[in-house]
Nanobody
Framework: QVHLVESGGGLVQAGGSLRLSCVAS????????MGWFRQAPGKEREFVAR???????YYEDSVKGRFTISRDNAENTAYLQMNSLKPEDTAVYYC???????????????WGQGTQVTVSS
């Protein structure tokens, strides 16, 4: 069992930056693929980024070059650094964890409660 708690969301102007954090409780954090999804009002939850236990990273096309996912296994924490934010990045961002790789929300076993990111134009 893994419990995930996100933080770091907020309101930022277009072009600004935010860093999201996801702290995981439970054992064997380093074995999990950690990731981020987002869900805007009226839309499906969509994949944003993932970092596997190997350290390999994967990004949705619209965030490549702007967002960076990382992890600190000693602190049981995953991060999402978001730069050059755009109004279309506005959504609730959810931390995700699974022992297998994933790119769809239905493939994920564990979720955080979500943190709101709002980018004003």
């Amino acid at each position: 069992q893994v419990h995930l708690v996100e933080s770091g969301g907020g309101l930022v102007q277009a072009g600004g930056s935010l860093r999201l954090s996801c702290v995981a409780s439970g054992r064997a954090f380093s074995r999990y693929s950690m990731g981020w999804f987002r869900q805007a009002p009226g839309k499906e939850r969509e994949f944003v980024a993932r970092i596997n236990w190997t350290g390999n990273t994967y990004y949705e096309d619209s965030v490549k070059g702007r967002f960076t996912i990382s992890r600190d296994n000693a602190e049981n924490t995953a991060y999402l650094q978001m730069n050059s934010l755009k109004p279309e990045d506005t959504a609730v961002y959810y931390c995700a964890a699974d022992l297998q790789s994933y790119s769809r929300s239905d493939q994920v076993d564990y979720w955080g409660q979500g943190t709101q990111v709002t980018v004003s134009s």
